[in-house]
């Protein structure tokens, strides 16, 4: 009888548990809870009203020049380019916000900022690529959802960061 009650219990316990996940009452770890989240209006991201005015202007810029089409080179010589390639586009959003001088390349961004994740921006950099997650959304010039087409868009659908080193902006410790 002792293992029929505990198995009732555990499938209760689990029960509560689905519903409180569903209501929201539970945020599974590493998601972004719903007050640092931005949403997508059909191809543009809407910032969260508790975002930052750094991550804000970063939205703001990523808006901007989405798709734009993808060029190899794009955004790197000026910051208002007739297209953007995926270190250009990642510079633009960083230089809108104030952390950014100049372009940098997606090496680069290997080692730029800090070695960590964040609630509202983490960039993922490897030698030949970069993109990034602005207030859980993903800004990146590869496998976007947000339209059929090339170049710079959002995403509301995460790829794998195998091989890539996560970095925050140096400087934006207070959020």
Request: charged share 20%.
């Amino acid at each position: 009888m002792g293992g029929l009650f505990g198995r009732r219990f555990a499938a209760r316990i689990f029960g509560v548990a689905v519903a409180a996940i569903a209501l929201g009452l539970i945020v599974a770890p590493g998601a972004p809870a719903a007050d640092t989240q931005a949403i997508l209006k059909g191809a543009r991201a809407v910032p969260p009203q508790s975002a930052p005015a750094e991550v804000k202007a970063m939205i703001h810029a990523a808006n901007d020049i989405r798709h734009k089409p993808y060029r190899w080179g794009g955004g790197h010589r000026d910051w208002n380019s007739h297209g953007y390639d995926c270190s250009g586009s990642v510079s633009y959003v960083l230089h809108a916000a104030g952390l950014l001088d100049y372009p940098l390349v997606a090496e680069d961004f290997t080692h730029w900022g800090k070695p960590r994740h964040n609630k509202w921006v983490t960039i993922f950099a490897s030698e030949d690529h970069v993109y990034m997650i602005i207030a859980g959304l993903r800004w990146d010039t590869s496998y976007i959802t947000d339209g059929d087409r090339t170049g710079p868009g959002w995403s509301e659908v995460m790829r794998s960061s195998k091989g890539f080193h996560s970095r925050h902006p140096a400087g934006a410790h207070q959020w």
